[in-house]
T-cell receptor
Framework: DTAVSQTPKYLVTQMGNDKSIKCEQNLGHDTMYWYKQDSKKFLKIMFSYNNKELIINETVPNRFSPKSPDKAHLNLHINSLELGDSAVYFC?????????????FGDGTRLSIL | KNEVEQSPQNLTAQEGEFITINCSYSVGISALHWLQQHPGGGIVSLFMLSSGKKKHGRLIATINIQEKHSSLHITASHPRDSAVYICAVEGRGSTLGRLYFGRGTQLTVWP
């Protein structure tokens, strides 16, 4: 069974559309994250939730809205998609918030904006 | 300037060679992570350490907190080790839980 699963794996859409990426973890972890990896493979944190509460909200346009309906899920909704949103988005989870916690990553969602 | 610098950016080796990837950071940290990203794109956590040295199979990670430096070593390298290796540091205090990433080292091991 996949520990952290993201859907869809690939997402191709037009500029201006609204889309969502879903993430689920079956590890019983408390903390979940969204990362963006740009075309140069550089990773940056976007959001982190702990027990369904937003803990980290980096400087991300408010077109990006995370939602955590329960501890096992952290979805990412993106409004009015722009060309610069093209990237690979990774979801991750860790057992609990704080140090000494390895993170488990999903396989990524490759978003391409036409 | 990025908080985390890795070297080299690209590394090519012959099978069996000893590999070293370096990571330097400029912020106070609570832990340092080494990650592996395979050509298929998935990311796997290899090590998390806050002091000393850890070993897992042919992989060894060391950290020197005073010098703000970590190394990832691969002994007896194999073509299946070909991947991007990413160093990430975890902040402390107000930045606890945040990971700051290096730009990765692309390792290619030839048979």
């Amino acid at each position: 069974d996949t520990a952290v699963s993201q859907t869809p794996k690939y997402l191709v859409t037009q500029m201006g559309n609204d889309k969502s990426i879903k993430c689920e973890q079956n590890l019983g972890h408390d903390t979940m994250y969204w990362y963006k990896q740009d075309s140069k493979k550089f990773l940056k944190i976007m959001f982190s939730y702990n027990n369904k509460e937003l803990i980290i909200n980096e400087t991300v346009p408010n077109r990006f809205s995370p939602k955590s309906p329960d501890k096992a899920h952290l979805n990412l909704h993106i409004n009015s998609l722009e060309l610069g949103d093209s990237a690979v988005y990774f979801c991750a989870s860790s057992q609990r918030w704080g140090t000494d916690q390895p993170q488990h990553f999903g396989d990524g969602t490759r978003l391409s904006i036409l | 300037k990025n908080e985390v610098e890795q070297s080299p950016q690209n590394l090519t080796a012959q099978e069996g060679e000893f590999i070293t990837i370096n990571c330097s950071y400029s912020v106070g940290i609570s832990a340092l992570h080494w990650l592996q990203q395979h050509p298929g794109g998935g990311i796997v956590s290899l090590f998390m350490l806050s002091s000393g040295k850890k070993k897992h199979g042919r992989l060894i990670a060391t950290i020197n907190i005073q010098e703000k430096h970590s190394s990832l070593h691969i002994t007896a390298s194999h073509p299946r080790d070909s991947a991007v290796y990413i160093c990430a540091v975890e902040g402390r205090g107000s930045t606890l839980g945040r990971l700051y990433f290096g730009r990765g080292t692309q390792l290619t091991v030839w048979p």
